[in-house]
């Protein structure tokens, strides 16, 4: 079977609610969603809208925190927090059976990050068997991020020792930090638990820009990757209109 794909609805169809956004998805052929932070909708309703179009919401994201803050799990003297964020995006992900949970590491640097992070991490996958997840963020975009490299993310998976935690290799991001994307790929796919995509530098549909998305998608198949890649960019208005790498 060829490679399939899943809409991050945290940028696909963001202007509609998260239930319409899973059936749209569906109606444009996508195999798969994922969302960042479904918690302002009733985790019954995206239940439902799941099991009406045969979706699987493959990821969710621990809450961020307060304003200006882009997770927790890293933050010292934040650990209390970190943990309620984790068995809320467990809770949630239970309810709607969501495949992982992407355990955001918020804006911290140094060694008593570090060990803050793999604290919540242990916690995190204890709790529960489904994945867990660490994604390393491109320091344009996110500056301050605690995880910005995927080395330093195999040696936090290392050092957890977890069976369920797995990198997020999202090649917009690994190609703004380090490039190198078929070759990291390759590399890091034992411990890889989702593959996610978008042009780079501009974060648009995967036709256009440095990265040739074919030759990728390509790649990911060689490999036997066996999930939806998800498809996490920014459409810049109407989603269906920038499908048409999807149909190709
Ligand atoms: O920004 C990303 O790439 C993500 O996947 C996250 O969900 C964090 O915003
Ligand atoms: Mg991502």
Known sequence: ????????LGFLWQELPLPDAIRAAHRAGFAAVECHWPYDVPAQQVAAAL?????????????????????????????????????????????IDAGAIHV????ATGQEAEAAFIDTLRYACAATTRTILIEPLNSYDAPGYFLTTTAQAEGIIAKVAAPNL????????????????????ERLLPIIGHIQFASVPDRGAPDHGELNYPHIFAVAERLGWPLPLGAEYKPGGPTEPTLGWLLR
């Open 1 to 8: 079977m060829g490679l399939t794909f899943s809409a991050n």
């Open 51 to 95: 099991s009406g179009t045969g979706l699987r919401m493959l990821g969710l994201n621990t809450r961020r925190g307060g304003p200006g803050e882009n997770g927790l799990s890293a933050l010292p003297a934040r650990g209390a927090e970190a943990r309620a964020a984790v068995d809320e995006a467990i809770a949630y992900a239970d309810a």
């Open 104 to 107: 955001m590491a918020g804006f």
């Open 166 to 185: 797995r990198l997020m290799f999202d090649c917009y991001h690994v190609q703004l930090m380090e490039g190198d994307v078929t070759h990291k790929l």
